[in-house]
């Protein structure tokens, strides 16, 4: 703080030397003038003053017999005469708070916080339609009126906050913990269990409805495994009404699978030129600048790198610098060794392996072979699985009598 208040009344660097430097400090003293950062070298003295201090010292320098001189001047009232002669600065620091001043008054930044079920670019939609949006006034952004809104059209939002910090609208939302719970509507009709593939019954747990095929059955696609028609009886065994039910079970059944996987013989890979040329662009918002240029290669790929003034990033503004490098580059055709592709096809067959055990299929054979067969390179592998299957259909209630009748 003592510094800053020396720099606003100005303070002096002065050189002491002559008869008694000494018995100038002490009258110095005496008449409540501060000297300070003195420094001897030699005869001489050096030392700093404030500027209305020095205008003090003829008196004592003329009673001590010594000479002053001045070696730099530091502060304020020297500082604001160079101004004159550098009007190009005054007035780029008056255009810099102008600037400053002016872009404080708008929203450069919108950041939400504690959004889980809520998307960004369904909240981003909803600011849209509200008129919220980077670049407004903030004196057209009423805080009351947006936390309402963010309630009325979100029903899982339980509290809501927004709030201006500088140029950034901070919104803080809570979302509904509770699980929302949806009332499934029965359905009319049970539903029966088939068979999707051909194969035999391993195992079977039966939870509801009738099962209709035993362990060690050979079934086909679309038989049916389970059957949601739940026969209810009379006393003397005939059927008096049936019961639906949604058939339930794990069932499993060992089938074969087979897959395809395919290489072409060739492939084309980016080989660069070194070859490159250089777009410098200006970004504001959602508008971008960008030096003209005509196309600078037949083909090109480009990269983008981008800054952000640090005067910038703290006011929040979204505005950028950079440049779009583009690189020449030609496609060269190459061809896949036995062992490159051997590789790639084993990669891809791991893939495909990786996904079954995901989905609980048991793999207890595998067959692969590699061909060259149809000009490409061919993976084709046949595997014995185990599988869970169990494909849900609907189904209706018989006419009894006509039950009855075939029986």
């Known amino acids: 703080m003592i510094g800053i208040l020396r720099y606003l009344r100005g303070y002096l660097r002065i050189r002491v030397w002559g008869f008694s430097p000494e018995r100038f400090m002490n009258l110095c003293s005496n008449r409540d003038i501060l000297l300070w950062d003195i420094v001897r070298d030699g005869d001489a003295y050096y030392m700093s003053i404030s500027l209305s201090s020095f205008y003090k010292l003829r008196p004592i320098v003329k009673k001590t017999g010594t000479r002053v001189a001045i070696l730099q001047r530091y502060g304020l009232p020297f500082f604001i005469p160079t101004l004159k002669h550098r009007k190009v600065f005054l007035v780029g620091s008056v255009l810099a708070v102008l600037f400053w001043v002016w872009s404080s008054l708008y929203i450069w930044d919108i950041d939400l916080e504690g959004n889980y079920q809520i998307t960004e670019d369904a909240f981003n939609e909803f600011l849209m339609a509200e008129n919220v949006r980077i670049g407004m006034q903030q004196s057209e952004l009423n805080i009351e009126e947006l936390e309402k809104a963010i309630r009325r059209k979100f029903p899982q939002v339980t509290w809501t906050s927004a709030k201006l910090s500088g140029t950034r609208l901070q919104i803080d939302i809570k979302e ?3 699980p ?5 509507t029965k359905k009319a ?8 593939y051909n194969g035999i019954v391993v195992s079977m747990i039966v939870r509801s409805g009738i099962p209709m095929v035993a362990i060690g059955d050979t079934v086909e ?3 049916v495994l389970v059957e949601g028609l739940v026969p209810i009886y009379n006393d003397d065994t005939t059927i008096r009404e ?18 395809t996987i ?3 013989f060739n492939y084309v890979k980016k080989k660069y030129t070194g070859r490159t040329r250089s777009r410098f662009f200006l970004r504001v918002g959602d508008k971008e600048w960008r030096m003209p240029m005509e196309r600078p290669f037949l083909v090109y790929d480009s990269v ?10 703290r006011l929040s503004i979204p505005a950028y610098w950079g440049s779009y490098t583009y690189r020449e580059y030609q ?12 590789t790639l096809l084993n990669e891809n067959l791991t893939i495909f392996l990786s996904t079954l055990e995901e989905k609980g299929v048991q793999i207890i054979e595998k067959d692969v072979r590699i061909d060259t067969s149809g000009g490409e390179w061919m993976l084709y592998g046949e595997f014995l699985v185990q599988e869970r299957v169990g494909r849900s259909v609907d189904t209706t209630i018989p006419d009894i009598g006509e039950s009855e009748t075939n029986e």
């Not at 929302?180 to 499934?184: D, G, L, M, S």
């Not at 496609?331 to 592709?341: C, D, P, Q």
């Open 176 to 178: 509904n913990d509770a």
């Open 180 to 184: 929302i719970t949806v009332e499934e």
């Open 189 to 196: 009709e049970g539903t029966n269990l088939v068979a999707e």
């Open 221 to 223: 696609e679309g038989t």
């Open 242 to 259: 049936y019961q639906l039910v949604e058939a339930d079970a794990d069932i499993v059944i060992e089938h074969m699978r087979t897959e």
């Open 262 to 264: 395919t290489l072409p």
């Open 304 to 313: 983008i790198r981008q800054s952000r003034p640090l005067i910038f990033e």
């Open 331 to 342: 496609n060269v055709e190459y061809e896949y060794s036995l062992e490159e592709a051997e």
